[in-house]
């Protein structure tokens, strides 16, 4: 069993910055994925960024530019640092796991992203 453990989202105004950690603990493989997705209102969950222990990074078309996605393998922990941020990244930010031995796909519970206007 994996456990995610995510902080940092809140309340911004538009054009500002949020920091959001990732850490997971439990029966770590050194074979993974760690990403972060997001679901709005009434809209289907979508991929924000993602990357692999070997540092392979990708993102959702509309975060590349204004997010980034770092890791550190030693702390199982991933961070998304998201600037210029715009209404319509308002959503519930839910962190993934993928075990690459067992295969097996863990969410964290999500955290609140808001961005005023």
């Known amino acids: 069993q994996v456990q995610l453990v995510e902080s940092g989202g809140g309340l911004v105004q538009a054009g500002g910055s949020l920091r959001l950690s990732c850490a997971a603990s439990?029966?770590?493989?050194?074979?993974?994925?760690m990403a972060w997705y997001r679901q709005a209102p009434g809209k289907q969950r979508e991929l924000v960024a993602g990357?692999?222990?070997?540092?392979?990074?990708g993102y959702g078309d509309s975060v590349k530019g204004r997010f980034t996605l770092s890791r550190d393998n030693a702390k199982s922990t991933v961070y998304l640092q998201m600037n210029s941020l715009k209404p319509e990244d308002t959503g519930i930010y839910y962190c993934?796991?993928?075990?690459?031995?067992?295969?097996?796909?863990?969410w964290g519970q999500g955290t609140q992203v808001t961005v005023s206007s």
């Open positions: 993934y796991y993928y075990d690459g031995r067992g295969k097996q796909i863990y």
């Open positions: 439990g029966s770590i493989f050194s074979r993974n994925i």
């Open positions: 990357s692999s222990d070997d540092g392979n990074t």
